[in-house]
């Protein structure tokens, strides 16, 4: 069951599932690059001051399940999150721009959806089902 926060004059329980792809679906998010992606985007969410309950990949998209407050705007954390991983990435991996020209490690879309308590256990079940397809 989703935490209960308490803020000053608000109650708040706020829960997201987000999935964006590699830029044109190649499959990158292998062994050493998806555990460094792991690191990254943890440290994101420790910077931005929201937590990542759950994530997953597969070869070519990620998943990942987050807690936020109310202040947080989506597309502030979603720029954070695909925006920095791409740059530290392509820094410390430069096989991938041989991979994915045009200097761009993420496609521009994302999914997004509000979790609630009637659905947040279907949600995980999905995320951690990812590498069993």
Known sequence: MANVYYGRGYVYSIQYHIVWCVKYRHK????????????????????????????NTDLDHIHLLIECSPQ???????KALKGVSARLLLKEFPE??????GGHLWNPSYFIATVSENTEEQIKQYILSQKEK
């Not at 292998?30 to 759950?54: D, G, H, P, S, Y």
């Open 28 to 55: 990158i998010l292998t062994n050493q690059i998806e555990q460094r992606l792991r690191e990254i985007l943890n440290n994101i969410a420790e910077n931005n001051k929201f937590k990542i309950l759950l994530m």
């Open 72 to 78: 947080h705007y989506i597309p502030n954390i979603i």
């Open 96 to 101: 991938l721009k041989e991979k994915l020209w």
